[in-house]
């Protein structure tokens, strides 16, 4: 098909289905990179379709494929429940019991800092399904999941660090993670997430936060 | 034909969903379908801020907040809706806080806020730090934490669904009907309270912020059950869209120091809005953008402008206008400094433009953005269904779906994610109260009868012509003619064009057969749910002959309070559109000239 340089691949696979057929199915939300939806294989690396533009490709045939490890439904969409389940293991909300005080918490910007990085995260799974440990054993908790209990334990207001390092200690925790950094490479949003899993292993290592 | 029963049924799962869920499931069984997993609601894409007159940086109050909105909604907002929104406003972003949302902080390490479009000291009229943030996505926040919030409390999900009815049994709210997208299973949800958050309806125009799934569904299903939907013809278009894609670029680059040039150079800010130049209210802005081009001043000749946040223009016009920071030091910013406050701006940049905001102005153009107008309810979040405000028990909307109305004809940034939460929590403690105060109602044998027609109707499409033609022609019409700026001949030649179109589009191709994740058929349900919005749009601004907030026509460009100080309602029952209209609830601020 013609194509601009800018247009999106997302806007391709629109087209395709707007004009051509109409039963090929993707998930596609917001369009722009950040809601998550439409994580897919383009030419072979975990991307948004929504943030690949025809140029960046450099190539005239474009290949689209589902993401690997995750059960394929139908053409791009893959079956997320198990994603979402690993992310649910981790206790990925903030505890703190104590009373809240009438106004905010105060934290300061240096421990704000701390967790931005980590704070990014839009589930959008490339990570997870570009981990060659997550392909061997799909019972990885994989590293969104340990993404998203690193925004907690490092919050200086949240109370269950220890609890989260104990589930994250387990047989299909960390460990399973052997710093190949294909999910730093996939993540559409820059997250440092081999440096966030490795803060994490220091953090079960040491029985210290800081 | 599965059918679940819960006290309270939210359909939608964003941020007014996931709230009015939240409070909801304390007292009542609760369950939220969406046809999105809830973290790719739109809510998220959100960028600016959420607006509450901590006076954190700089002294600030409620009234304050509320008098910005009444006249940001050009004095069409109902002034009791939003002096309780902005009174909320304050602990409702402690509350959030206290969930554990990551605020930007300042240095004592309270909440960071920052300067927004329309929101002033009142007695200088100079802007005032009411935005509260979290870097450039304060949207993106807002929803993790939300959803967060709910796997803690273990709300039941029904993700996938796709909400097609609302089941009303003797005109009550009995439950809805869902379809399965993973499965194309028709099921029934029996409730006693169905709330409505399904956000807004851009995608019927071209260029727009909204995401491909913001179809107004809950609009739509209203309409055809006989309720009235309400000041459609305001719907807001952001002055900064990235040119020709329309995603979004936020207002905070202005509030930050970023300014809007025209081809000649020229902040043209300065002629339109005196006092706060480039930090007018939306509709103000975007009008004065669309004159520039249209009078030739737009880049090269075409049809952008410029937003130019590079450090030595904000620097420069920081000092020409007297900027300063709370200490009263000069306003000063340096290139690590925008690194850090807009890094997500500044990725959309480079990634869609090639453009480095830090180094190179960002081409620009009005996006189609939000909905001012919506399912009508009280300040309960109730559903009514006239201008008497008659109430139809059990049905409660919320969000950007629901019209208030606080934002009136126009609104302030900032103040959608507030109204979010004000009236998501609202919605959702006030439906669970109600629910559990009343027994189920039976229901009719026949109650997904009508949305299973509608589906088979559409699955036995096989020969016509695709859905992409008739999608790009809608919005390209209502882009054209029922933009930022309208007129009679426009609009007339726009409603003429929607209503072949409704006619077209009894004749389309479904390719898909399938019973798995049938998108095709799904979003040709969509595309019928965007013609009725285009169709109750364009009626609406064609009787509407004043000039007011986001609704401009050319050939009546002046507000007329005497004529057209309220609210319109409007219903499309079996194809015929009806027009009536509403009073605008006025307590403290009598309408004057809206003036920036």
Redesign the interface.
């Known amino acids: 098909m013609e194509a601009e340089p800018?247009d999106r691949v997302l806007d391709l696979l629109?087209?395709v289905?707007?004009?051509?057929?109409?039963?090929l199915?993707?998930?596609?939300?917001?369009?722009?990179?950040?809601?998550?939806?439409d994580a897919m294989r383009i030419n072979g690396r975990n991307r948004l379709a929504c943030?690949v533009?025809v140029k960046d490709l450099g190539a005239k045939k474009i290949v689209v494929e589902p993401l690997l490890g995750l059960r394929v439904?139908?053409?791009l969409?893959v079956d997320?429940e198990p994603f979402?389940e690993h992310y649910?293991t981790v206790m990925?909300?903030?505890v703190n019991n104590e009373p809240?005080p009438?106004?905010?918490?105060?934290?300061?910007?240096e421990?704000?800092v701390r967790?931005?990085d980590t704070?990014?995260?839009?589930?959008c799974a490339a990570c997870t399904t570009s981990c060659p440990s997550f392909w061997a054993n799909d019972q990885y908790v994989g590293p969104a999941a340990i993404v998203n209990a690193h925004r907690?334990i490092f919050?200086s207001?949240?109370r269950a660090a220890s609890e989260r390092l104990r589930i994250l200690s387990g047989q299909f925790g960390v460990y399973r993670c052997h710093t190949i950094f294909n999910c730093t490479d996939a993540c559409p949003r820059d997250i440092q997430i081999t440096k966030a899993i490795g803060e994490v292993k220091k953090a079960i290592a040491t029985g210290s936060l800081d | 034909m599965k059918v679940h029963q819960f006290d309270v049924i939210v359909v939608g799962a964003g941020g007014a969903g996931l709230m009015a869920a939240l409070y909801a499931s304390q007292k009542a069984t609760t369950a939220v379908i969406s046809k999105l997993y809830p973290t790719r609601s739109h809510t998220g894409a959100a960028q600016g801020g959420v607006g509450a007159a901590l006076g954190n940086l700089e002294e600030d109050h409620p009234e304050w907040h509320t008098f910005d909105t009444v006249k940001g909604s050009d004095y069409l907002g109902d002034q009791d809706a939003i002096e309780f929104m902005c009174n909320e406003a304050v602990q409702a972003i402690y509350e959030l806080e206290h969930m554990g949302l990551p605020f930007s902080r300042i240095p004592d390490g309270r909440i960071a806020q920052r300067p927004f479009g329309g929101h002033t000291n009142n007695l200088t009229g100079k802007p005032v730090r009411r935005s509260c943030y979290a870097a450039d996505r304060t949207g993106h926040m807002i929803l993790q934490t939300l959803y967060q919030q709910c796997i803690k409390n273990n709300v039941t999900f029904f993700d996938e669904f796709q909400v097609l009815d609302l089941i009303l049994v003797d005109g009550v709210a009995a439950g809805v009907v869902a379809f399965e997208i993973a499965t194309s299973e028709v099921h029934i949800f029996h409730a006693n309270a169905v709330i409505f958050a399904t956000g807004g309806h851009g995608r019927i125009w071209k260029i727009t912020s909204n995401a491909f799934t913001l179809s107004g569904d809950g609009i739509a299903i209203a309409l055809r059950r006989g309720i009235p939907a309400q000041d459609m013809e305001f719907f807001q278009f952001h002055p900064t869209g990235i040119y020709k894609l329309g995603i979004l670029i936020t207002e905070g680059v202005r509030g930050e120091g970023g300014i809007l040039v025209n081809g000649k150079g020229e902040r043209f800010m300065e002629r339109y809005a005196p006092r706060v130049k480039d930090l007018a209210s939306r509709d103000v802005v975007s009008r004065a953008m669309y004159l520039e081009t249209r009078e030739g001043r737009g880049v090269n000749g075409s049809d952008y402008l410029y937003l130019d946040v590079r450090p030595e223009t904000v620097n420069k016009y920081a000092a020409l206008d007297g900027r300063t920071f709370p200490d009263g030091s000069p306003y000063r910013v340096t290139s690590e400094e925008l690194l850090a406050k807009l890094p997500d701006i500044i990725d959309f940049c480079r990634t869609y433009l090639g453009v480095d905001p830090i180094d190179q102005p960002m081409p620009v153009q009005p996006t189609a953005h939000y909905a001012m107008g919506g399912i009508p309810t009280n300040n309960y979040g109730q559903v009514v269904l006239d201008e008497k405000n008659t109430v139809l028990p059990g049905l409660y909307a919320a969000g950007e779906t629901a019209c208030v109305s606080v934002h009136g004809a126009n609104r302030l940034g900032t103040n959608s994610l507030l109204d979010l939460i004000v009236f998501g929590k609202h919605a959702g403690i006030n439906a669970a109260e109600y629910a559990c105060s009343v027994n189920f109602q039976r229901l009719p044998s026949d109650s997904a009868d009508f949305a299973i027609q509608e589906i088979e109707r559409l699955r036995n499409c096989k020969e016509g012509e695709p859905l992409g033609d008739i999608t790009q022609e809608m919005r390209e019409v209502m882009m054209d003619h029922v933009g930022v700026f309208r007129t009679k001949e426009g609009m007339t030649e726009a409603l003429n064009k929607i209503r072949e179109l409704k006619e077209r589009f009894r004749h389309i191709r479904i390719d898909d057969c399938g019973e798995v994740f049938n998108t095709n058929l799904l979003n040709a349900w969509e595309i019928g749910n965007q013609l009725n919005l285009a169709e109750v749009t364009t009626v609406s601004a064609l009787n509407r002959t004043e000039s007011r907030g986001a609704h401009s026509r050319e050939d009546y460009p002046k507000r007329d309070d005497k004529k057209w100080l309220k609210h319109t309602l409007t219903w499309l029952k079996d194809g015929e559109v009806k027009l009536r209209y509403k009073p605008v609830v006025i307590t403290k601020f009598q309408p004057k000239e809206r003036i920036y």
Do not use: A, N, W
Request: aromatic content about 8%; proline content about 5%; some cysteine.
């Open positions: 800018t629109e087209r289905k707007g004009y051509q057929d109409g039963s199915s993707f998930r596609r939300s917001c369009g722009h990179g950040v809601c998550g939806s943030k533009l439904i139908k053409d969409i997320m979402f649910e990925p909300f903030l809240p009438i106004k905010e918490r105060l934290q300061s910007p421990q704000r967790i931005d704070t990014k995260c839009i589930l907690f919050d207001r949240d």
